[in-house]
């Protein structure tokens, strides 16, 4: 993580702009921010990770995006939010049977419990 962070900020278009040094040289008070975990753990940076093409990186890139689906399912504020977003996993929850519902009971789970 830290490798990919310092090779972004060689150029002046950064793919990671929303990374600081903050998020890789971690104090004892930063590392209670979940500003900041939500910035590393976020589909920016698992789509870098994957596009990197170092086959070490797939399984954090795949962490990186399950935990960001997740934090998206779980982020629902307003009725309208996911329109400005455009993101549907910020969508208000209408039903039990929602489809990100039945994801975080079935393919969620099933990956936590696998990488445990």
């Given at each position: 993580?830290?490798?990919?962070?310092?090779?972004d900020?060689?150029?002046?278009?950064?793919?990671?702009s929303?990374?600081?040094?903050d998020?890789?040289?971690?104090?004892?008070?930063?590392?209670?921010?979940?500003?900041?975990a939500?910035q590393?753990l976020?589909q920016?940076?698992s789509?870098?990770?994957i596009?990197?093409?170092?086959p070490?990186?797939?399984?954090?890139?795949m962490?990186?995006?399950?935990?960001?689906?997740?934090f998206?399912c779980?982020?629902?504020?307003?009725?309208?939010?996911h329109?400005?977003?455009?993101n549907?996993?910020?969508?208000p929850y209408e039903?039990?049977?929602?489809k990100?519902?039945?994801w975080?009971?079935g393919?969620?789970?099933?990956y936590?419990?696998?990488?445990k």
């Amino acid at each position: 993580m830290a490798d990919m962070f310092h090779s972004d900020q060689e150029y002046a278009l950064h793919r990671l702009s929303k990374l600081t040094l903050d998020h890789v040289l971690l104090s004892s008070f930063s590392k209670m921010k979940v500003r900041l975990a939500v910035q590393v753990l976020s589909q920016t940076v698992s789509t870098c990770l994957i596009e990197s093409g170092d086959p070490s990186v797939v399984g954090m890139a795949m962490f990186c995006q399950m935990v960001n689906d997740f934090f998206d399912c779980s982020n629902v504020r307003s009725t309208t939010e996911h329109q400005r977003k455009r993101n549907d996993r910020m969508r208000p929850y209408e039903s039990v049977d929602d489809k990100r519902l039945v994801w975080m009971k079935g393919t969620l789970l099933k990956y936590l419990e696998e990488w445990k």
